[in-house]
């Protein structure tokens, strides 16, 4: 993947789906963790299978090296091995069978990045460097779980939940100023623990 081409957000749904992870380590582990928490059907293959992945029983895994070709029976695919040929390997068959791969500190041979993300509920921030510094992705989200506290989460299904009844009186959610209504005080009524009083002022402004 050249580093000048411009990403494309995305959001991808991974519940139920068959992903592969290449590599056994503790970088594999922490991807294994990334895909589960998604409610991905995660299956490891490595050389070495350490005891952070064997010990999970929400994963199967095989020891042993990685056979081309294999990924076509994937969704998408994380490879952490930390050897560049083996990287390499698994991207190509990716761009072979048109299947996603993410090559763990590798930007040449992926076909998506990983963004350092934030999650705070339903409500996601991803910080992404297109593969260029995943240290500087990772600072600037430890800075934004500084601001970006617990009090977000309630918010959003706040508000989720009265453009829900907007929609339910037969009325497009469009017709409703949101943007006015997150820039009054509503986060602060949140954060003061008066979830009652923001509900009422939401109900007010979209009534």
């Not at 070709?69 to 069978?97: I, K, M």
């Not at 959610?173 to 979830?195: K, N, T």
Request: proline letters at 4%.
């Amino acid at each position: 993947m050249p580093v000048d081409t411009p990403l494309y957000p995305t959001g991808l749904i991974l519940a139920g789906r068959a992903c592969l992870v290449v590599g056994g380590g503790d970088v594999a582990a922490g991807k294994v963790d990334g895909l589960r928490a998604c409610g991905a059907k995660v299956h490891v293959v490595a050389t070495r299978v350490g005891e952070s992945v064997r010990a999970r029983d929400d994963v199967t895994w095989e020891e042993r090296p990685y056979r081309r070709g294999e990924v076509a029976g994937y969704r998408l695919v994380v490879a952490a091995t930390g050897s560049p040929d083996v990287n390499r390997a698994v991207y190509e068959d990716g761009e072979a069978h048109g299947v996603w791969v993410n090559s763990a500190d590798d930007p040449a041979n992926c076909s998506f990045v990983l963004p350092a993300v934030l999650r705070r509920g339903d409500l996601t921030v991803a910080v992404s460097t297109a593969g260029r510094s995943p240290a500087v992705a990772s600072w600037l989200r430890r800075r934004l779980e500084v601001e970006i506290g617990p009090e977000y989460a309630a918010l959003l299904d706040l508000v989720a939940e009265a453009r829900e009844a907007v929609r339910t009186a037969g009325r497009s959610g469009e017709s409703v100023d949101w943007q006015a209504v997150l820039d009054s005080d509503i986060l602060g009524l949140i954060r003061a623990g008066e979830l009652d009083r923001a509900r009422e002022r939401l109900q007010s402004c979209s009534s």
